[in-house]
C-alpha cells in the first residue's frame, strides 16, 4: 500500500486541508530602492503577499478600490501630497485594514494625525525590511507598533499636558549644575543615556551617574517624572 507524502496535511474525512490564508499586504512606498527592497523581502515570505503598490498618493488612492488588503504600509511625504489621504482613504475602503506609518517624520505635527486618520501602528525610517514584515504580522495581529523615539515624544507631551496650570513657577530651589541641566535639557528631548553621553562626550557611566544626581534632586525614580518636575521648577526654560 503507498503511504501518503509525510508534509500532505488532511482534514477530518481525508481532504487535504487548506493552506492558512496569506496576509494581503499593500505599500505606498515613493523611494525605489526601499520599495524594491521590502517589495522582495514580503514575496519571500510563506505568510505574506504583497498585493498592492505605489509610489504616489494618486496612485495608491485609483488603487485601493480594486484590491482587498489586510494591512497596508504608507509613507507619509509623497511626491503628490500626503500619505495621510491613503490613510483615511484605506480605512473608508477597507475598515478591517490594519495601517502601518513608515516615516522620516517623527515630530507630533506628523504622529498624531497620522493617528487621528486611522494608523495603528508608527514607525520610522530606519527598520529593515525584515524588521517592517515583523511589525505587518503584528499590526495584523491587532498590535500597534510604534518606534520608540517616536513613544517617548508622545509620552513626554502627555505628562506636559496632564501638569495642572498654575501660576509662573518661582526660581527653582533645586540647585542643579551646568553640566547636570545640560544632561537633563537632552533626557526631556527623548534621548538614551548612550546618546547623551555621545552628544556632551562624555562616558556612559559618566552620564548616567548625572542622570542619578538629577533624579535624586528632583526626587523622582522615572524619566518621565522627571521631565515633569522639571517643568514645575522651571529647569528647561530657556
Known sequence: ??????????????????????IRVGTVEDDPETREALARHIDAQPDLVLVLQASRRAEALALLP???????????????????????????????????????????????????????????????????????????????????????????????????VAAPAAPSSIALSVREREVLQLVSKGFTTEETAAALSISNSTARTFVRRIYAKLQVGTRAEAIHQAHRHGLLRG
Not at 500500500?1 to 496569506?22: I, K, T, V, W
Not at 509623497?78 to 517623527?106: H, K, N
Not at 520610522?124 to 523615539?149: N, Y
Request: proline share 9%; net charge negative; with cysteine.
Open 1 to 22: 500500500m503507498q503511504d501518503h507524502p509525510a508534509h500532505a496535511s488532511r482534514a477530518p474525512g481525508g481532504l487535504p486541508a487548506e493552506a492558512p490564508a496569506r
Open 66 to 164: 480594486q484590491q482587498a488588503l489586510d494591512v497596508l504600509l504608507v509613507d507619509l511625504g509623497l511626491p503628490d501630497g500626503s500619505g495621510l489621504d491613503v490613510i483615511r482613504a484605506a480605512r473608508a475602503q477597507w475598515p478591517g485594514c490594519g495601517v502601518l506609518v513608515s516615516t522620516v517624520f517623527g515630530d507630533e505635527a506628523h504622529v498624531l494625525p497620522a493617528i487621528e486618520a486611522g494608523a495603528m501602528g508608527y514607525l520610522l525610517k530606519d527598520s529593515s525590511a525584515p524588521e517592517l514584515a515583523h511589525e505587518i504580522r503584528s499590526v495584523h495581529a491587532g498590535g500597534s507598533p510604534i518606534s520608540p523615539m517616536v513613544a517617548r515624544k508622545i509620552l513626554t507631551r502627555a505628562v506636559e499636558r496632564a501638569a495642572p
